[in-house]
């Protein structure tokens, strides 16, 4: 075994891990904080993998981005989760589909967690 696979994240089994609807909910409105410029991304860092957290990161900068160029200030979104939907593709994988609605519209938030190091993380993100 080398170093890197030593160090690299261990798979877990969904039966080893607590039920994924708390996580997911709480992720989602963690999330659309971030977007919204009231939370920051860190506070989320250790819920997500390298690369679904940088993806996180380019997103949130952007939408900041936005705000700033429109002159709008952060605001704490008001929004109503309505209906989580889970998938179980491999026994250490959730796919997610948490819809969500708020005042303007209604979206979808995409999530997949894997099972690594004894708790799920979000390896991908997609908020449709």
């Known amino acids: 075994m080398t170093l890197h696979e030593y160090f690299a994240p261990q798979p877990t089994s969904a039966s080893e891990l607590p039920d994924p609807a708390p996580l997911l909910r709480s992720l989602t409105q963690g999330v659309l904080e971030v977007l919204a410029g009231v939370r ?4 989320l860092a250790r819920w ?4 679904a957290f940088r ?18 200030a952060p605001a704490r979104p008001s929004f109503e989760i309505l209906s989580i939907r889970c998938a179980a593709p491999r026994d ?15 979206r979808a938030v995409a999530i997949r967690l894997e099972g690594m190091d004894r708790r799920w993380r979000a390896t991908s993100l997609a908020i449709l």
């Open 48 to 51: 997500f993998s390298e690369d």
């Open 92 to 106: 250490d994988v959730i796919e997610a589909v948490v819809v969500v609605a708020g005042p303007g519209r209604t």
């Open 55 to 72: 993806s996180l990161v380019t997103r949130a900068n952007l939408s900041a981005r936005a705000r700033s160029a429109r002159g709008v």
């Open 40 to 43: 920051e991304v860190d506070q």
